[in-house]
């Protein structure tokens, strides 16, 4: 027997996404359309509300990255179902955060095998508060049926379709329980939320997160990427090697600019106002996070000195 979301608590989710950032308050989940993108013989890039997934699909199984919203989980299936008759197997969670994990619980009721780092377990486990620049969204406990079943410390590999699906942990990154992953034959990189394509990064912080660790984790998938190397970013556009280099050296290059002003001993307030992103906010900073609350963040998750 099946454990199905009951009503209740698929509306307690969908209030929660929609409470999430003004951009969501004026999502209509009803409107919003699964759109897929064939990158190989037998992977895909399907975008909707939330995360950007991944799938793979062929003899085999049916792997899935990320899920997104809880309300999109019936749309998510029937693009599955566009693509392959066969039933969805697994589900790879990059990281907790409820725009990729919010399908978990319809998927996991139809019989889905959820993957994911271990902190993703703990954190899903329990009530969690993610912070970001003066806002706190809280994220309820998921049920049973929702969590991790495989839980992974550092990489894990499957090996289906042809492919080699290779899962590695980036620590302490966009949070502490990131995974990317990398479909070594179809060469696709999946990098969850440590890459935000043609935006500022959000980096959570209240969850374990870094910037040193993101710009560490976008360091190993560019030794791993060749110039046909397909990204597909946590948000925004499908990315290439080139794209992800100019986005790193971007992060870097501010992140050596705050700690340079720290170590001049400027305050916080002095560093806002030095303009470390100037040259970049034509570029990256129309997105979710905007200049300000980039500079905002990225003071939090530095070092002090």
């Given at each position: 027997m099946t454990h199905q979301p009951t009503p209740r608590r698929q509306a307690?989710?969908?209030?929660?996404?929609?409470?999430?950032?003004?951009?969501?308050?004026?999502?209509?989940?009803?409107?919003?359309?699964?759109?897929?993108?064939?990158?190989?013989?037998?992977?895909?890039m399907l975008t909707g509300a939330g995360g950007n997934l991944?799938?793979?699909?062929?003899?085999?199984?049916v792997f899935l990255i990320d899920d997104q919203f809880a309300p999109m989980a019936p749309k998510?299936?029937?693009a599955i179902a566009q693509i392959t008759k066969r039933p969805l197997q697994f589900v790879l969670n990059t990281h907790f955060h409820f725009d990729h994990t919010g399908g978990n619980e319809a998927l996991g009721s139809k019989g889905a095998l959820i993957v994911a780092h271990d902190n993703v377990r703990r954190r899903m486990s329990s009530d969690q508060l993610i912070n970001f620049v003066?806002?706190?969204?809280?994220?309820?406990?998921?049920?049973?049926?929702?969590?991790?079943?495989?839980?992974?410390?550092?990489?894990?590999?499957?090996?289906?379709?042809?492919?080699e699906v290779y899962a590695f942990h980036v620590p302490r990154a966009h949070t502490d329980g990131d995974l990317i992953v990398h479909f070594?034959?179809?060469?696709?990189?999946?990098?969850?939320?440590?890459?935000f394509n043609g935006m500022y990064?959000?980096?959570?912080?209240?969850?374990?997160?870094?910037?040193?660790?993101?710009l560490a984790a976008a360091d190993r998938v560019l030794k791993l990427a060749g110039d046909k190397t397909r990204i597909i970013p946590g948000h925004g556009p499908l990315a290439s090697k080139a794209d992800l280099v100019d986005w790193r050296d971007m992060l870097a290059t501010v992140i050596v600019r705050i700690k340079d002003l720290r170590l001049a001993g400027k305050s916080d307030a002095e560093i806002r106002a030095a303009g470390v992103t100037a040259e970049y906010d034509a570029r990256y900073g129309n997105g979710f996070v905007k200049p300000e609350a980039f500079v905002q963040m990225m003071l939090g998750v530095l070092p002090p000195k």
């Open positions: 307690l989710l969908a209030l929660l996404a929609l409470a999430a950032t003004p951009a969501l308050a004026q999502t209509d989940f009803s409107k919003v359309e699964i759109k897929a993108e064939k990158l190989s013989d037998t992977t895909w991944g799938l793979s699909a062929g003899d085999d199984a998510i299936q029937a003066g806002s706190s969204n809280k994220q309820p406990a998921s049920p049973k049926v929702a969590l991790p079943v495989v839980t992974v410390a550092g990489e894990i590999s499957f090996h289906i379709n042809g492919d070594r034959k179809s060469d696709v990189v999946h990098m969850g939320d440590v890459y990064p959000f980096i959570d912080g209240s969850s374990g997160g870094t910037a040193d660790g993101v």
